[in-house]
C-alpha cells in the first residue's frame, strides 16, 4: 500500500484515508505518497470510459487503501444526480482559438455542479471519502466527530458548505475575506443551510484567513481541549489529498472526451491552461500527467496577484508586494500552498530543503530556488498572467469571435493563451473554465459594454437579456433566500470562533 507522509518529513507515515481525515499533516506540510506515478493509466482505453468509470480508476490508484465498493459508492453519491451535465465536466470547442494558428482550443467547463464552480467537483466527492474514512477510524476504537475548517477566497467556501451540510459526524467552519468576494458568493455562503453549519467573515485578506486556518491546525492546545470533546479538526481546502484527488479526474475526462470527439489519437499531448492562485487546480493537472496522461504543458495563468507567474519565471517566491482586489477574487492569492507538494515532486522528495523553504516563506515571506530545479520546474510549467483591463477585454473578445461567454478567472487564462503560443507538440488545447459567468454577472456584463444596473441579480437578468443564456437557477434565486449567517470577526478572534462551533458539535 502506499503510504502519505508530509512533504516536510517521513517522520509520520498514514494511509490515505488517515490522511484525509487529517487534512494536513501535524509538522504544518502537505500530505504526499512517494507511490505516485507507480501506476499508470492506459490512456488508449479513455475513449470508452464515461466520466464515473474514470473516476473510479484515478481515485483507486491514487486512494489504494479505500475499496473498490468504497470508491465505487462515493462516486455515485456525488455525481450520480448532482451535475447538470452527463459529462459532468463537459469540453466545449471555441470557433476561433485565441493565439494558437491551427491548435485547435477547448473549454473545459467545471460548473456544472450545484455551486456553479469548479471547486464541486471535489467537493462532492470529499465528504464521501471523509465518512468512509471516519467509519474506519471509529471501527478502530475512535468516536470522534470532524470539524471542517477551511479558508475560503471565493468558490472553496460554498462548494464546502454544499458538500457537508448536515453530513452525519461532521461540523464545517467556512471563514471568508469581509468585502474581498463577489456579492453572488457572499449570498451562497450567508443563506446556507444546516445544522452543523457556520459561517463568518474576518477583517483580512484569503491570505491573512488562510494562515490563520494553518495555525489552528498547528494549535496543540485547542486541538488537546477538542480531543477531550472527542472532536478532530480537518480541511476542505485543496491542502486536503481528499480534496485534490478528484480533480485529477477531470483531465482524463477532457482527454477522453478528445478522444471521442476525433480531435487527438490516443498518445497526443494536450496542453492545459488552468487560472490558478492556490496552485490546487493546476497541480492536479501535473499529477495526471505523473500518472501517464500525455501533457504538452501546463500553463499557470495568474490574474494582477502574479505570485507565481514571478516565481515561475524567475525561481523566486516573495509574497511581499501589494494585494490587489480583482474580478477574479478566488485567485486573489499571494501564498500558493499548493506549490510546496509540486516543489516536493521536483526535488525528488526532499523533505528537508522543502522544510527549509516553508520556513523562510513564514519567517521572511520570500523564498528561492536554484536554477537547476527552476529548468525542471519549467520543462512542465508556463506561465502568464492578465491585468484588470485585460481581463475585461477577454471576457469581450472571446464574446465577439465564440459567442461564448467567460467568467474573469477563465478569462485570465483565455488572454494568457492569447500571448503565448502553443506548446510545440501540443494536439490541442485545453482552457479550464472554473465558474460560471454569472457568479460575477456585473464584472462580465461591464467587459461586454455594458452599463451595469446597481443590483447583482439585475445584472443577471440584463446578461440573460444580452447574451441569451440562462443563469443558473441555484444563482438566480439567491436573493429570495434568508440571510442566515452574519459574523464577522478579527483573525485573531479566528481560533476561539471554531472553538464554540465545534462545541456544538
Same mark, same amino acid.
Given at each position: 500500500m502506499n503510504l502519505y507522509h508530509s512533504t516536510r518529513s517521513r517522520a509520520l507515515s498514514c494511509s490515505s484515508k488517515d490522511a484525509?481525515?487529517?487534512? #494536513?499533516?501535524?509538522?504544518g506540510g502537505l500530505f504526499v505518497s512517494d507511490g505516485l506515478g507507480a501506476k499508470k493509466l492506459d490512456v488508449n482505453t479513455l475513449a470508452e470510459m464515461d466520466y464515473h468509470a474514470i473516476a473510479r480508476t484515478v481515485l483507486q490508484l491514487l486512494l489504494p487503501d479505500f475499496t473498490a465498493d468504497e470508491i465505487a459508492s462515493c462516486v455515485e453519491e456525488a455525481y450520480g444526480t448532482t451535475f447538470s451535465s452527463d459529462e459532468v465536466t463537459p469540453l466545449v470547442k471555441l470557433d476561433a482559438a485565441p493565439g494558437n494558428g491551427d491548435v485547435p482550443t477547448y473549454v473545459l467547463e467545471l460548473?456544472?455542479?450545484?455551486?456553479?464552480?469548479?471547486?464541486?467537483?471535489?467537493?462532492?466527492?470529499?465528504?464521501?471519502?471523509?465518512?468512509?474514512?471516519?467509519?474506519?477510524?471509529?471501527?478502530?476504537? !475512535? /468516536?470522534e466527530r470532524i470539524m471542517i475548517v477551511t479558508a475560503t477566497s471565493g468558490d472553496t467556501g460554498k462548494a464546502a458548505l454544499a458538500g457537508f451540510a448536515d453530513a452525519?459526524?461532521?461540523? #464545517?467552519?467556512?471563514? =471568508?475575506?469581509?468585502?474581498?468576494?463577489?456579492?453572488?458568493?457572499?449570498?451562497?455562503?450567508?443563506?446556507?443551510?444546516? !445544522?452543523?453549519?457556520?459561517?463568518?467573515?474576518?477583517?483580512?485578506?484569503?491570505?491573512?484567513?488562510?494562515?490563520a486556518v494553518k495555525r489552528i491546525f498547528g494549535d496543540g492546545e485547542l486541538a488537546e481541549r477538542l480531543h477531550e470533546r472527542g472532536v478532530v479538526l480537518s480541511s476542505a481546502n485543496s491542502i486536503n489529498v481528499g480534496r485534490l484527488v478528484p480533480q485529477v479526474v477531470y483531465y482524463f475526462a477532457a482527454y477522453a472526451q478528445l478522444l471521442r470527439?476525433?480531435? #487527438?489519437?490516443?498518445?497526443?499531448?494536450?496542453?492545459?491552461?488552468?487560472? *490558478? +492562485? @492556490?496552485?490546487?487546480?493546476?497541480?492536479?493537472?501535473? =499529477?495526471?500527467?505523473? $500518472?501517464?496522461?500525455?501533457?504538452?504543458?501546463?500553463?499557470? /495563468? !495568474?490574474?494582477? @496577484? @502574479?505570485?507565481?507567474?514571478?516565481?515561475?519565471? *524567475?525561481?523566486?517566491?516573495?509574497? @511581499?508586494?501589494p494585494f490587489f482586489n480583482t474580478t477574479s477574487p478566488s485567485m486573489d492569492i499571494l501564498i500558493s500552498s499548493n506549490l510546496e507538494r509540486m516543489l516536493y515532486y521536483l526535488s525528488d522528495g526532499d523533505c528537508e530543503f522543502i522544510a527549509t523553504l516553508m520556513a523562510s516563506l513564514a519567517e521572511t515571506g520570500r523564498f528561492e530556488v536554484t536554477p537547476k530545479l527552476l529548468a525542471? #520546474?519549467?520543462?512542465?510549467?508556463?506561465?502568464?498572467?492578465?491585468?484588470?483591463?485585460?481581463?475585461?477585454?477577454?471576457?469581450?473578445?472571446?464574446?465577439?469571435?465564440?459567442? =461564448?461567454?467567460?467568467?474573469?478567472?477563465?478569462?485570465? +487564462?483565455?488572454?494568457?493563451?492569447?500571448?503565448?503560443?502553443?506548446? *510545440?507538440?501540443?494536439?490541442?488545447?485545453? $482552457?479550464?473554465?472554473?465558474?460560471?459567468?454569472?457568479?460575477?454577472?456585473? /464584472?462580465?456584463?461591464?467587459?461586454?459594454?455594458?452599463?451595469?444596473?446597481?443590483?447583482?441579480?439585475?445584472?443577471?437578468?440584463? $446578461?440573460?437579456?444580452?447574451?441569451?443564456?440562462?443563469?443558473?437557477?441555484?444563482?438566480?434565486?439567491?436573493d429570495q433566500k434568508p440571510v442566515l449567517h452574519t459574523d464577522a470577526v478579527d483573525i485573531a478572534e479566528m481560533s476561539a470562533y471554531v472553538e464554540r462551533a465545534a462545541s456544538s458539535l
Open positions: 484525509i481525515r487529517r487534512g #494536513i499533516a501535524p509538522d460548473f456544472c455542479g450545484p455551486t456553479s464552480a469548479f471547486k464541486d467537483v471535489a467537493l462532492q466527492m470529499l465528504p464521501r471519502l471523509m465518512a468512509r474514512a471516519q467509519a474506519a477510524s471509529a471501527a478502530n476504537g !475512535s /468516536a452525519p459526524g461532521c461540523g #464545517i467552519t467556512v471563514f =471568508y475575506p469581509k468585502g474581498m468576494v463577489s456579492r453572488v458568493q457572499e449570498l451562497q455562503m450567508s443563506t446556507q443551510e444546516g !445544522s452543523n453549519v457556520s459561517v463568518c467573515a474576518v477583517h483580512g485578506n484569503f491570505d491573512d484567513a488562510q494562515s470527439a476525433g480531435a #487527438i489519437a490516443a498518445g497526443d499531448a494536450v496542453e492545459f491552461c488552468v487560472p *490558478t +492562485g @492556490n496552485f490546487g487546480d493546476v497541480l492536479a493537472g501535473y =499529477y495526471a500527467k505523473l $500518472l501517464g496522461l500525455p501533457v504538452a504543458k501546463l500553463v499557470v /495563468a !495568474s490574474d494582477a @496577484n @502574479n505570485v507565481l507567474y514571478d516565481f515561475l519565471t *524567475t525561481g523566486v517566491y516573495d509574497r @511581499n508586494r525542471k #520546474i519549467q520543462e512542465v510549467f508556463a506561465c502568464g498572467w492578465a491585468d484588470e483591463q485585460q481581463v475585461s477585454d477577454a471576457i469581450q473578445a472571446c464574446w465577439a469571435a465564440n459567442g =461564448y461567454v467567460i467568467d474573469p478567472h477563465t478569462a485570465c +487564462g483565455y488572454h494568457v493563451q492569447t500571448m503565448l503560443p502553443a506548446a *510545440t507538440n501540443a494536439a490541442a488545447r485545453v $482552457l479550464l473554465s472554473t465558474a460560471s459567468p454569472y457568479k460575477f454577472p456585473r /464584472a462580465v456584463l461591464e467587459a461586454l459594454g455594458e452599463t451595469a444596473p446597481e443590483d447583482d441579480f439585475a445584472c443577471m437578468r440584463a $446578461l440573460e437579456q444580452l447574451t441569451h443564456t440562462t443563469a443558473p437557477a441555484q444563482l438566480a434565486e439567491l
